[in-house]
């Protein structure tokens, strides 16, 4: 076991030491005490120029599944993606997941938490559909009970998409609120978080009784590294974090995390 101060590092220059970082050394030395929570966009999966165009590396299922079994099933996927999207996915894994930044849950037990549009969101997509169609490259993302702008192909629209979803928010009230993300605006439903999520998962089998860490690279992770790390767990922001965080430690890229669970698997 890693003596406390060790538990805390910060790679940042793509060293080999994030290769089998003292947080990872934990879990392989304690497999049993630990929970481990996996953010998706930007942690598990490269960022693309689309929220379609990502590509989910051959060997990453079996690397999630062999993990989940190393873990004793307590590794869940915790994403701003709907529920169904995350599971497809990941075709033939049925991990727990937490979608739309934890408003919708499948637990390890298969039981499931949905968050439903109301018909006021759905007229509104469609308003923020017209709104957006002369800024070219900005892109609606239908999510269900959730709805995301992105600008990440047209960033010169950041302030027409942010003015426009602000507007959006107060439209649509308090049961929905804004998310930013990586050059992207959501509305999210107000009742949870990924820290609910974390916090939720932790109440049930087979998380109940371990130690979370938290691992994800955007602002809506830092609600599940604020209650991993009140937990006793710990947390891991992948690649420079632009904004303040509350993890402990970083890994510098995408690579650099997988390169670490595949240390883990095969341990
Ligand atoms: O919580 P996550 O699993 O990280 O999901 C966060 C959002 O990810 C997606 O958007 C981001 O990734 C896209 C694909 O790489 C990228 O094009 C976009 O710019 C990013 O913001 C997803 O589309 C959102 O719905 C998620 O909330
Ligand atoms: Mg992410």
């Known amino acids: 076991m890693q003596a ?19 947080l990872f050394a ?10 481990l929570f996996l953010d998706i966009d930007g942690t598990l999966l490269e960022l693309a ?3 379609e165009a990502i590509v989910v590396p051959p060997d990453l299922p079996d690397l999630l599944a062999r993990i989940s079994l190393r873990l004793g099933g307590a590794l869940a996927l915790v994403t701003g993606r709907s529920l169904d999207f995350a599971s497809q996915l990941f075709p033939g ?19 499931l938490q949905r968050a439903e549009a109301t018909p006021a969101l759905d007229a509104l997509k469609a308003d923020l559909q017209a709104r957006s169609a002369g800024w070219e490259g900005v892109l609606i993302e239908d999510k269900g009970a959730a709805v995301a702008a992105h600008y990440r192909q ?9 003015a426009m979803m602000e507007a959006a928010a107060t439209q649509i009230g308090a049961k929905w609120t804004l998310q930013r993300g990586k050059m992207v605006v959501e509305l999210r439903p107000a009742s949870a978080s990924k820290g609910h999520a974390v916090s939720t998962f932790l109440k049930h089998p087979p998380f109940a009784g371990r130690k ?14 604020r ?22 430690g970083t890994i ?5 995390l997988r390169d670490a669970l595949r240390t883990l698997a095969e341990a």
């Open 227 to 248: 209650v991993s790390r009140s937990l006793g767990g710990r947390a891991i922001r992948v690649g420079q974090p632009v904004t303040e965080t509350t993890a402990e």
């Open 26 to 35: 934990a879990l392989i030395d304690q497999p049993q005490d630990w929970a």
């Open 212 to 225: 979370p860490l938290a691992i994800g690279d955007d602002i809506t992770d830092e609600a599940m590294f």
């Open 49 to 51: 120029e689309t929220p």
């Open 93 to 111: 894994l049925s991990l727990p997941i937490a979608g739309l930044h934890g408003a919708e849950l499948r637990l390890a037990d298969g039981s």
């Open 252 to 256: 510098a890229s995408v690579p650099l």
């Open 154 to 162: 047209a960033p010169q629209h950041q302030q027409d998409v942010e």
């Open 4 to 22: 406390e101060d060790d538990l805390t590092f910060r790679d940042t220059t793509g060293s080999d030491r994030a290769k089998d970082p003292p």
